[in-house]
């Protein structure tokens, strides 16, 4: 069986380059919200053709689709993640976070999801380029935290030779189980 249950983390980074995976970078996002993690990919639309003497559908022809998109929420307010969220930019021990003065930006990152074990198996998705964008989320109550918020759909990139590679795909590594 190959079930999928919970995140067990998500990390981002720059894109590499001819549309692989980065091998250096990762930033880990911590403290999930829970709840806040959505990982859709949606069905290609479908075009119905009928034609006016026959009943039925005569053809289907495949239509527009929207991109396997990635949604989270991260109760950690990590500047570092912040500037890799909100600018595009890798820091490493930043202090300060300034948002920057153009923030209607997309930015283009790589991810890998890892879902928590189920006997025995991970699963690891992975997208060499979500183009995303962030911001804050939730209310400042004494009941709740604030949350960097991200969502990011996957795009096409290409390889050196200008070929379309996958957009994202996903495998399963195993785990350890507990003795008993």
Do not use: H
């Amino acid at each position: 069986m190959a079930a999928v249950t919970g995140v067990e983390s998500i990390e981002l980074a720059l894109v590499a380059a001819n549309g692989g995976m980065p091998t250096t970078g990762w930033i880990t996002i911590k403290d999930i919200e829970m709840g806040s993690v959505n990982l859709a990919v949606p069905p290609l639309e479908k075009i119905r053709i009928r034609v006016e003497d026959k009943a039925g559908v005569r053809w289907v022809l495949p239509g527009e689709t929207d991109p396997a998109s990635l949604v989270l929420n991260s109760l950690d307010l990590n500047i570092d993640a912040a500037n890799l969220l909100f600018k595009g930019k890798v820091t490493t021990g930043a202090t300060e976070f300034d948002a920057p003065a153009d923030n209607e930006q997309i930015y283009y990152l790589a991810c890998r999801l890892t879902s928590k074990p189920i006997e025995g198996k991970k699963m690891v998705w992975s997208a060499p380029a979500l183009a995303g964008s962030a911001g804050f989320a939730n209310a400042l109550t004494k009941g709740g935290f604030m949350a960097i918020s991200f969502s990011g759909d996957t795009t096409t990139p290409v390889d050196a030779d200008g070929k379309a590679v996958s957009p994202w795909g996903y495998k399963f590594i195993d785990t350890t189980l507990p003795e008993g």
